[in-house]
């Protein structure tokens, strides 16, 4: 039955067992703690030095220690989630957090799901997981179900999607996410080698996505390529000293001029 928020209400007690301790695993773990339906049981962190978190959890460095729990959930690399599960229980429910990764990776287990945060996670930021994206997908209907009810104890919003749909949204959020903040990297360079902060363009960086709430990306489109303004494009060219960017700058300006065609500017 939905709660007044719209979240469906999980009334069973889990017990959950989370591996690995890397950027997406410790947001998982403060989400978790703070939850008081879900029972932590371990956490798998091979480079622990100690048994406890500071909240009571055990901390164990093996899948030899594992205890039993309603739920593995695996916040590793893409590369070791076939061989991981392989380490554990051919019966247990065994769910991933990759969005790049198919369900079929997890061969060795009967039971199986994705529960993949639409978002970046970084060690020094703290996510707010309140209506964040959650792609999920099972082997059977009812772990759906238990995947979409576990979404809605940290109040996010579960997104059923098939493993090819999960994946070309991976894709997507690679390009706004990873390839954009590569862009911020050498803009942040090129202030920095020429005496300007970078907090110049924050107003603009926060403008650029504030107005995709209004707009839609390629209507809000604008800049020097799109206006075919060759001499700024030329002069842009001459600044740039690094071979790399000026191929990016001079790609993304092919890009945006083929996508644009012959409009009207």
């Given amino acids: 039955m939905p709660s007044p928020q719209g979240f469906l209400i999980f009334t069973l007690h889990m017990k959950l067992t989370l591996i690995g301790a890397g950027k997406l695993g410790t947001q998982l773990y403060n989400e978790f703690i703070k939850c008081p339906t879900i029972e ?69 287990q009967k039971r199986r799901g994705v529960f993949y945060p639409v978002q970046t996670f970084s060690s020094d930021r703290v996510v707010d997981f309140l209506n964040l994206p959650i792609g999920i997908e099972a082997s059977n209907p009812e772990d759906l179900k238990f995947l979409n009810q576990f979404a809605s104890l940290l109040k996010a919003r579960a997104l059923p999607l098939d493993s090819t749909q999960r994946k070309t949204l991976h894709l997507a959020a690679v390009l706004v996410n990873n390839f954009t903040n590569h862009l911020f990297t ?11 902060s970078f907090d110049i363009l924050r107003p603009l960086l926060s403008e650029t996505v504030d107005k995709l709430n209004s707009l839609s990306p390629e209507k809000a489109q604008t800049g020097p390529a799109i206006r075919r303004d060759h001499k700024t494009i030329t002069e842009h060219l001459e600044i740039i ?12 300006t092919l890009s945006i001029q083929k996508h644009y065609g012959n409009e009207k500017l």
């Fill in 40 to 108: 932590l049981v371990q956490w798998l962190d091979r480079s622990a030095n100690k048994e406890l978190t500071s909240e009571g959890i055990e901390i164990i460095t093996s899948t030899n220690s594992l205890k039993k729990a309603d739920l593995y959930l695996l916040a590793i690399n893409d590369e070791s989630i076939p061989t991981v599960s392989k380490l554990l229980s051919a019966d247990a429910f065994v769910v991933h957090t990759s969005g790049g990764t198919s369900l079929t990776a997890l061969s060795a």
């Fill in 186 to 196: 050498h803009a942040a360079q090129i202030c920095e080698a020429n005496q300007l």
């Fill in 241 to 252: 000293d690094n071979s790399e960017l000026k191929k990016l700058y001079q790609d993304f």
